[in-house]
């Protein structure tokens, strides 16, 4: 076994190793950029090596400098996690010559796998079922287009090397060919330093499943089940879960042995994942091998049971797998969810800076579930514009599916994240989405559910009386601590006021006190309109975390105090709350909006980035529709467009121009 690894990486994944290296008393050397120079995976490291300036491709993408940090620190292997340099052959093979051993598979299997193209002519020579399409490279935007109409549409255009999203547009039509061919390109380059891209036959109503298999150098081959990634957005994972809850057991074994065969036609040794589209008839083709730990690999350890890391690490140190396929046992179900930096009111647009506040739930049992958090930062760090916007992924695991998906809305309610954007809301609302929690899944899910983004939520019903009863009792809490400052001017009275209006954004809702005593812990019966609750909490002043029980229901809610008030986030909600006497309220109701500013005749930078291109000049005529400009953030390329027709007067920004959120791109005549 190794004394000492390098993890080639960083953020959660870079943590994550270096956990499972510790408990297997293995030492560690963490790599860090000047962007990550105060990052949680250094401090955790028992070693760390500067390498370079922030951007990837002067740090983390330079193979020389990782080399040589192990050579300095004496490092026998290096883990690289995933992304980066975690599928790129050369740098398996240098390492092989330093006397270095790469924790992942062979350079061969990287190279027949690692190639969309070249896997999928692989795959097919091995009889595994793959997707009609066009395996050659597409030379241009004409032959690009001639290709698609061969196929048929909707059609695919992917990006031969990387992931993540990166790279894939879909073609509905022809008109669409031309341009997602160009920012495919586009995009490839920028994120590979590969611009060839291939077309293929577009699914509809897919799934995403994909298989978990772990491989050793003595031949062992076992797949450790499925995962279910359907719920994406612009082809990046946001929610996973294991199992798929659309497979039936004759599928998973059909999956899982092709999956095995593939791995042993190319001697693959480590953990790999084969990824498969599914259709409504649970047709299934092979998309591609990833030939590295997946980001959503917790999933599987929680069903299995198999720490995936600790198993890489041993394969590569040359011992055999100690389980078979018959050992394999999937118990329970395990639901993740990726937590981004990124506003999902503003269609998911990037979001950086620091965080002002960072407090996850607690990990470990909670109740008949279990929570797991796996994350790279802290309260007080900075989300940077040079790398993935994950801020961590937050795992359930319980008995059913919907044990989990409730534990999972439970957290992500308590999952406390200041100073920066971020999808927790989004998240929150989809855990009580009918359409995911009976498990009807595609690709598509976003798109179909939200085509016009993710807009706040307007609570009505129990939902508005839940946030109402959480105001009250926070304002009466609030109320009875301050009647008893020593301090005060005028002493309470002891009495409470029996008639309240709870003002929930626009809303005047009539509250009345029926029975109890605003003390901690708080337990009174209250009447919210034609609803008469119990409400019970432990909540005291300041702290951000509201919970406790509504009439029938748990409660996990996020308080964040306004003049005069506070914001209540719960269940994907997210609303503007005062208490109010019933004189108050009248008076409330009488003073005036405030209008926001009109931008109507301004192009803003939706998001901080760096600006690409600018697609048109000054005194020009533009359609609705037609491209304005292109910007560029944490890797990926936004096209920013015409709403209506209209003159493009003055022009701000120049490409290659770095720009903050809401900067002036162009003002329109």
Not at 93 to 104: H, N, P, R, S
Not at 561 to 583: A, C, E, H, Y
């Amino acid at each position: 076994m190794f004394n000492k690894i390098l993890i080639a990486n960083r953020g959660e994944i870079a943590c994550r190793v270096i956990k499972t290296a510790r408990r297997m008393g293995i030492a560690t050397v963490a790599v860090y950029s000047d962007a990550d120079r105060d990052a949680l995976h250094v401090e955790m490291a028992d070693e760390a090596v500067h390498i370079g300036a922030a951007p990837a491709s002067e740090s983390y993408l330079v193979a020389d400098k990782i080399i040589a940090a192990c050579k300095s620190t004496g490092a026998e292997a290096v883990h690289p996690g995933y992304g980066f340099l975690s599928e790129r052959a050369s740098f398996c093979e240098a390492l092989e010559k330093e006397g270095i051993v790469f924790i992942g598979p062979k350079p061969r299997a990287i190279k027949a796998m690692g190639d969309k193209i070249e896997s999928k002519k692989f795959a097919n020579a091995a009889k595994v079922s793959t997707v009609p399409g066009h395996l050659g490279v597409i030379e241009d935007a004409d032959h690009a287009e001639r290709i698609a109409g061969e196929i048929g549409y909707p059609v695919m255009i992917k990006a031969s090397a990387g992931g993540g999203g990166k790279g894939m547009r879909i073609a509905w039509d022809q008109s669409d060919v031309r341009d997602g061919f160009d920012r495919a390109r586009s995009e490839a380059r920028s994120s590979f330093g590969d611009d060839r891209v291939f077309i293929e036959k577009y699914i509809v109503e897919p799934r995403h499943i994909e298989i978990q298999v772990l491989a050793d150098a003595h031949g062992n081959v076992v797949y450790l089940g499925e995962r279910e990634c359907s719920i994406q957005r612009r082809n990046q994972k946001v929610v996973e879960e294991a199992p798929s809850p659309f497979l039936d057991e004759a599928t998973r074994k059909a999956m899982g042995e092709q999956s095995v065969a593939l791995a042993k036609a190319v001697d693959y040794q480590s953990a790999g994942t084969v990824e498969f589209i599914v259709d409504r008839d649970r047709n299934f083709y092979f998309l591609e091998m990833n030939t590295r730990l997946q980001v959503e690999h917790p999933v599987t350890e929680l069903v299995t049971g198999i720490d995936l890391v600790e198993q890489m690490i041993r394969v590569a140190a040359g011992e055999p797998l100690t389980l078979t396929q018959d050992n394999v046992r999937l118990n329970g179900w395990a639901v993740e969810s990726r937590l981004y930096a990124e506003d999902p009111y503003r269609n998911f647009l990037p979001s950086i800076g620091r965080l002002t506040r960072y407090r996850p739930p607690a990990e470990g049992e909670a109740g008949n579930a279990v929570v797991r958090n796996d994350t790279g930062v802290f309260e007080g760090a900075e989300i940077s514009m040079y790398y993935d916007p994950m801020i961590a992924k937050l795992c359930t695991w319980a008995p059913t599916r919907l044990e989990a998906i409730e534990a999972m809305g439970q957290a992500l309610d308590g999952f406390v994240v200041d100073g920066i954007e971020h999808n927790v809301p989004f998240l929150s609302a989809l855990m009580k989405h009918s359409r995911w929690r009976e498990g009807r899944l595609s690709t598509g899910f976003i798109a179909e559910e939200y085509p016009e983004g993710f807009a706040p939520m307007t609570p009505d019903g129990i939902q508005q009386a839940v946030l109402a009863a959480v105001a009250l009792s926070a304002a009466l809490i609030d109320a009875n601590r301050r009647d008893y400052f020593k301090d005060r001017l005028r002493q309470s009275s002891g009495a409470i006021s029996e008639n309240w209006v709870v003002k929930l954004d626009d809303e005047y809702i009539a509250a009345r006190l029926l029975e109890g005593i605003p003390t901690v812990p708080f337990e009174m019966d209250i009447a919210i309109g034609d609803e008469i609750l119990n409400v019970v909490t432990d909540w005291r002043p300041g702290e951000p975390v509201w919970s406790g029980r509504v009439g029938n229901l748990r409660v996990t809610a996020q308080l964040r105090p306004l003049l005069n008030g506070q914001r209540i986030d719960w269940q994907g909600f997210s609303v503007k709350s005062k208490v109010l006497t019933p004189r108050h309220a009248e008076l409330d109701r009488l003073m005036p909006v405030k209008l926001p500013p009109d931008t109507s005749k301004l192009l803003l930078c939706p998001m901080p980035g760096l600006v690409v291109s600018i697609a048109v000049a000054e005194g020009q005529d533009v359609k609705a529709g037609e491209t304005l400009a292109v910007v560029e953030a944490m890797k990926m390329e936004n096209v920013l467009r015409a709403e209506r027709d209209l003159v493009v007067g003055k022009i701000n920004a120049k490409p290659g121009e770095s720009l903050a959120v809401d900067a002036v791109i162009m003002e329109f005549a």
